[in-house]
């Protein structure tokens, strides 16, 4: 599905040159690479502040706490995403409000937030699923009208820029009133393990944020409230400083790939290709396909005797997952996103995809559909 071999290949000697930098001064936990990759990401994104952290889990965890959120606050978040968005809801005994999504964008769809919202909502967190922004214009909105957090579930969208109304852009995760990010080696920035990064326009929520991931430590080893220890070491932020360099041309190469791909299945009645939402760029985190009367098993064991990735994301949604099965919720309750589960496929997308492999992934998944 990616390609991280090729990837390194061209950035090699700035790679290596960072991490023996940072190997020769031994300044593995928050050292001097951190800082200097924080402060890139800030000016990148044109936010006051990133706080490094450990992975993405983490940076939605720590931003609940932070935000003071207490058990039984009702939170509100699409059904159709990765498991590690309703988890840390449940994990501070939160309690997870799900909402279906747009069919067309896979986002969370501002009308079933509305009908979500109780007394006891607190935040809303809308991830920007497979590269694009979920509708931050419409949740701003309700979080106004409602007094609501808003937390932006940005692990799939680094780098995408959300389209205002009157022509304003903003870069997804500065929008509402904290981003969360996730640099895991296959995310679109990614580090060579694990990592994370929470994004803050507030200064007070980003000091209460640097506490939490650092045990709740205001003053050496004087701890004002209970945190974690989730802290992005400085080997990967060595790598990532290198990368982000790298990240729009990166989004530019995925595009290319989208559009070959959306080329070769115009009009193939079989597959609806990824509409582009107007109001967002789209950095194609995945590119996820829509079939239609596919045996998709079928169509997957074909592709793999090919030796070609089709992944399923994501196959079950929240609401059928055995973990979090709740009587509030049954099989029906949010058909979109049910369907989505049972039609979707993924194609391999990422940086170093050349038009020969393009145009053998292309004709393969047309030899199979139209067998
Ligand atoms: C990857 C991902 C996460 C979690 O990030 P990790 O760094 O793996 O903890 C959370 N939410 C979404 C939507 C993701 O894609």
Same mark, same amino acid.
């Given at each position: ?112 937030? %509305? ?28 979080? %106004? ?8 579930? !940005? ?47 507030? !200064? ?5 944020? %640097?506490?939490?991931?650092? /045990? ?79 045996? %998709? ?45 049972? /039609? ?28």
């Amino acid at each position: 599905m990616v390609d991280l071999q090729q990837q390194y290949k061209q950035i090699k000697p700035e790679i290596d040159k960072g991490i023996q930098e940072v190997i020769d001064t031994c300044a593995f936990i928050n050292g001097p690479a951190v800082k200097s990759f924080q402060d890139d990401l800030e000016t990148y994104l044109g936010i006051n502040h990133v706080i490094p952290c450990a992975n993405g889990t983490d940076a939605l965890q720590v931003s609940m706490m932070a935000l003071g959120l207490q058990p039984g606050d009702e939170v509100i978040t699409a059904s159709f995403t990765f498991i590690a968005t309703a988890e840390v809801i449940a994990l501070l005994k939160l309690t997870p409000v799900l909402v279906d999504v747009d069919p067309d964008t896979f986002n969370i769809d501002p009308e079933a937030i %509305r009908r979500a919202i109780t007394p006891k909502t607190k935040a809303i967190v809308p991830v920007h699923i497979f590269g694009q922004c979920a509708p931050m214009e419409e949740i701003l909105e309700i979080a %106004r009208q409602h007094n609501l957090y808003v937390i932006e579930d !940005n692990c799939q969208a680094i780098g995408a820029d959300y389209i205002f109304h009157d022509g304003l852009q903003k870069k997804a995760g500065t929008i509402g009133h904290v981003g969360c990010t996730s640099f895991f080696p296959s995310k679109n920035l990614g580090c060579y393990g694990d990592g994370g990064a929470i994004f803050t326009h507030d !200064n007070e929520l980003a000091s209460q944020l %640097r506490f939490i991931v650092n /045990h709740g430590m205001t003053v050496r080893y004087y701890h004002d409230f209970i945190g974690v220890n989730s802290r992005l070491d400085s080997i990967q932020a060595a790598v990532l400083k290198v990368k982000l360099k790298h990240l729009d041309e990166y989004a530019v190469k995925r595009r290319a790939a989208a559009d070959f791909y959306d080329k070769a299945f115009a009009g193939q009645p079989g597959l609806k290709t990824p509409v582009r939402y107007h109001k967002s760029t789209h950095v194609f985190h995945q590119y996820t396909l829509v079939t239609n009367n596919i045996d %998709r098993k079928a169509l997957q064991e074909f592709m793999a005797s090919k030796e070609i990735p089709v992944m399923i994301y994501y196959p079950v949604p929240l609401h059928m997952q055995k973990a979090y099965i709740d009587p509030r919720y049954k099989e029906g309750d949010f058909p979109v996103t049910e369907s989505l589960s049972e /039609h979707v496929i993924s194609l391999p997308m990422h940086t170093e995809l050349d038009e020969e492999q393009l145009a053998y992934i292309t004709s393969s998944l047309l030899e199979v559909i139209n067998r």
